[in-house]
């Protein structure tokens, strides 16, 4: 009877939002040089954020953004900060969406819900879709077109989005531009704090569990973690890294459960989150171009990371399992890595051996992927989305 109640409630509140859009929609001029921009789970970030501060230099936009928490802005003349997250329900930006010309978004939970003659909606997405698709995908749909990294993609994107391939554009993805122009050492994270390390690493694993539907069931651990799965593992990982002086930036997925190993504090192991790097006053994707190599597994971020040339390890531990809780979009997600796989600790030990040894076994194969798979292979994603919208 309440799950009754709540969606006759949810329902309501989308017929009350659609008649406040058809009322603006008909008192309202479209306004060519309006954007409304979304970042991922109501932030403001992702390549909506790098897009946006390019658009601002041209100096003729007015932008509206749709955010989880608008208190945590300042708003101008320039850039108004709205309300809207997930299937909130907000007339002020029922308004904006009636009047802007363009909507650029990231993630299928934005309420892109409506589109009027006119009007463009762009679904910017968030990475290389290596994982199979899962969840309800909300509201993807409603777009006109879509981004992908490049032209081999777009067949992928196409599949895991849902959508025609014809809606696919090859022009990158803004964020890739801010990770090209943050391509430093690893010694110049803010997170060394001081301290000289032979290598830093950023490790970006994707999540097993999560505090709602997301999570992979087959591939849970003590620890949220693949191949360390156990704390006495992720010990012995430390003093593997002490004995090389390379430190590990344990960067935790958005969706990823809370774990017990997360609160300990280790000297060559640090974790963070999301509140760490806005400490900084840095955005994701400038933090992880400080670094001397990446160690993720079945994450877009391997794509992107590509584009710095630096070396990277695959921890494939688990993916027999994954492919049969999740899945992938290709029968083998190899087809998009090149790096170290890394099944077990020898494995592991081997990467950090070659990375501290200056050993880089894979750059050749790290070229030809990038060539295959990149458009905006010299950071101008933003430079190409605005020639090809006229912007």
Known sequence: MLIYINNSIKQCLVLIDKLFYLFFKTITKI??????????????????????????????YKFVWMVKDPSK??????????????????????????????SFYTHGTSPIRYK????????????????????????????DYAFAIGEEAMVTQSIFIGCDKNKMLPLGLPRNDMLMQNNKTGNENPMVQGRNFSKVIIW????RETKGGLSEANCATETGLPLF?????????????????????????????????FKRKFSNIIIIGDKEIEEFGLQLYQFIGLSDALLTDYS?????????????????SDIDMYMKDRGFTSKDP?????????????DFNQFIKDLVDENDKYIEVRHKLTQRLHAAANGDSCKLICKYFSL
């Open 31 to 60: 306004d060519k040089n309006l954007i409304i921009f979304e970042g991922q789970m109501g932030h403001f970030d992702e390549s909506s954020f790098v897009l946006y501060q390019y658009l601002k230099e041209k100096g003729k």
């Open 73 to 102: 802005y300042i708003a101008s003349d320039e850039t108004k900060y709205i309300y809207r997250y997930r299937r909130s329900f907000n007339i002020m930006a029922d308004y904006y969406y009636a009047k802007a010309a363009y």
């Open 116 to 143: 009027r003659i006119g009007q463009m909606k762009i679904y910017i997405g968030h990475g290389y879709a290596i994982k199979g698709h899962k969840g309800d995908g909300i509201l993807r749909h409603n777009f």
């Open 204 to 207: 970006m694993p994707t999540f």
């Open 229 to 261: 799965d156990t704390a006495e593992k992720v010990e012995k990982l430390n003093e593997l890294l002490c004995s090389y002086n390379c430190l590990v930036i344990l960067k935790l997925h958005r969706l990823q459960l809370e774990k017990d190993i």
């Open 300 to 316: 877009s971020v391997s794509v992107d990371y590509l584009l710095l040339d630096k070396p990277i390890g695959y921890i494939l």
């Open 334 to 346: 190899r087809d998009v890595m090149a790096g170290e796989y890394i099944y077990e600790e020898n």
